[in-house]
């Protein structure tokens, strides 16, 4: 088996998205079932968050890898915005996410490019891990992306 070039680029992203409906799927079928309980702290930042409005826990559930969807972080809202790519969850624009490059948070941009530097991961590893396609990362490793970010 080759290695996928960059015309697979699609097909891995639509894989991808099934990864993460499923993922979310085995999630809420695990909470149902009493598997996994929704805790009332933040795990990250210890918050207890008051509930929404809709009387909904203001817990999230976040995945770190969706390929393993029971394991799960449980983070308040700012904690997962803070975690997520803005395009997973469709969260409202942040500055410098008004266009077509859109995918990432100025974090994410940061962490990108000194992650490439270090050599650790190509673009396709970084493409993968930050749910976005191979030309957003390379856009933003030459630079020619977000310039703004430093
Ligand atoms: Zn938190």
Redesign the pocket.
Known sequence: MTAPTELDEHALEANWKRFQDRARRVTRTAINRGILVRPCR?Q??G?LPSPRKDGKSAIQCHHPDYSDPLHVEW??S??HRAVTPVSRHGLGSMPGSSNSQAKLTEQAVSDIRKTYEQGVNGYRRLARQYGVSIPVIKRVVNGRGWTHVE
Do not use: I, S, V
Request: net charge positive.
């Open positions: 933040c990250k930042c918050k983070l308040c700012p904690c």
